[in-house]
């Protein structure tokens, strides 16, 4: 059984950084893409940043590119999201999710297991 738990999350500044992790049980999580998506308040589900088993390739959504920077370690099952300048609109649970394959990875569908989320909240 795959598990996901996020951790990072709280209230912060507008700014101000923040990083979240994600810690993965199970044997293949090198072999997973991993990613992270956000739902604000009221809103859908957004893509945040992804990134394939041997880190080589990475996906951005065009409102974190160059604020945020997704990472792995794989010998410690963790996923990474740095949070830098974060605004009020970057407000929303974080949740972390992981996929057998890397296959259109800004795709909700395309992805097998997912975390419960955690909070990050910007003020203004």
């Known amino acids: 059984q795959v598990q996901l738990v996020e951790s990072g999350g709280g209230l912060v500044q507008t700014g101000d950084s923040l990083r979240l992790s994600c810690v993965v049980s199970g044997r293949t999580f090198s072999s997973y893409a991993m990613a992270w998506f956000r739902q604000a308040p009221g809103k859908e589900q957004e893509f945040v940043a992804a990134?394939?088993?041997?880190?080589?390739?990475?996906v951005y959504a065009e409102s974190v590119k160059g604020r945020f920077t997704i990472g792995r370690d794989n010998a410690k099952k963790t996923v990474y999201l740095q949070m830098n300048s974060l605004k009020p609109g970057d407000t929303a649970v974080y949740s972390c999710?992981?996929?057998?394959?890397?296959?259109?990875?800004?795709?909700?569908?395309?992805?097998?297991?997912w975390g419960q989320g955690t909070q990050v909240t910007v003020s203004s």
């Open positions: 990134i394939n088993w041997n880190r080589i390739s990475t």
């Open positions: 999710a992981g996929a057998r394959r890397w296959e259109m990875p800004t795709i909700t569908a395309n992805y097998d297991y």
